[in-house]
């Protein structure tokens, strides 16, 4: 039997009764399924998790698609996003449409195309230690908790490209690019984009903008915090206290994400539009 997975968020009740719903219904399709509140899932994905699955519909907001993507992303298996969030930048699907719209991807009629996307590996290095992330969305190195700058000097493909004092900097995918990227006054990209965006966050001097980088681009990251901590994330989900002098090594990752969709490519304006005016 074909193997489906469905990841749902355990700490929002109405999902985990979604999952109960669907199980049934895939069940007598023939599929064999695997239900995972993701949330007891951590950081690594558990050995044989996913071994053989096909599919995994993902019942969340972009959170919980963020870490699915993570967990998916090595063996390409696909996703399929249905909206249990606020966002709703990556999901494919409303609950309402559920019953009407899961047998398309089911089945991959001439209606579904792979959307995919671009994801970021991270290698933070200090104090002797090397640790290596994955990321959907984007890496961010930043000041703790205290109120002040941090220095952060920066390389691209081995070449010194300038020192910002800011509150930190966001290397993002184009699909990151509409998250913290966006927040803080970054560029929006075409998710189709393979670019990565470097962005400053709240720099000390006007001229600090972001640039938009060569799809194979190495970027370093050294910050300078002083006596205070400064903090490292991944997906604003995995995250590291960092030391004065640490280093961070972004590139583009081996590994993509595969969305299965319905909607034109051409959808990402219509998203883009209704959730700036939702904004204003």
């Excluded at 709703?88 to 559920?98: S, V």
């Excluded at 393979?194 to 709240?202: E, F, G, K, W």
Aim: negative net charge; charged residues 20%.
């Amino acid at each position: 039997m074909k193997l489906i997975a469905i990841f749902y968020q355990g700490r929002k009740q109405h999902t985990a009764e979604a999952a109960a719903q669907i199980e049934p219904f895939l069940r007598r399709r023939g599929y064999e399924v695997r239900s995972v509140d993701i949330r007891e899932e951590g950081e690594e994905t558990p050995q044989g998790l996913l071994q053989g699955c096909e599919l995994v519909i993902v019942l969340g907001g972009d959170g919980t698609i963020l870490h699915a993507a993570r967990l998916c992303a090595a063996d390409g298996i696909p996703i399929v996003g249905v909206k249990y969030g606020r966002v709703g930048f990556l999901t494919e699907l409303e609950p309402r449409d559920l019953p009407y719209e899961l047998v398309h991807y089911l089945e991959k009629d001439d209606s579904v195309w792979v959307d995919t996307r671009t994801m970021l590996t991270a290698t933070l290095d200090q104090e002797g230690q090397s640790e290596t992330f994955l990321a959907l969305n984007d890496i961010v190195i930043a000041r703790g908790t205290w109120p002040r700058v941090v220095q952060v000097g920066i390389w691209i493909d081995d070449h010194f490209y300038s020192t910002t004092y800011a509150d930190g900097v966001i290397v993002s995918t184009a699909t990151g690019s509409t998250a913290y990227n966006l927040a803080v006054g970054g560029p929006l990209l075409h998710p189709q984009v393979q670019s990565m965006v470097l962005t400053p966050i709240a720099p000390h001097l006007a001229s600090d903008r972001s640039l938009i980088l060569h799809p194979d681009a190495c970027v370093r990251l050294q910050i300078v915090t002083g006596s205070q901590s400064g903090v490292f994330s991944a997906d604003g989900q995995l995250n590291r206290e960092v030391r004065n002098g640490a280093m961070v090594t972004v590139q583009k990752s081996q590994y993509e994400t595969r969305f299965l969709r319905r909607r034109p490519p051409t959808y990402f304006y219509q998203i883009i539009n209704a959730k700036l005016r939702d904004d204003e």
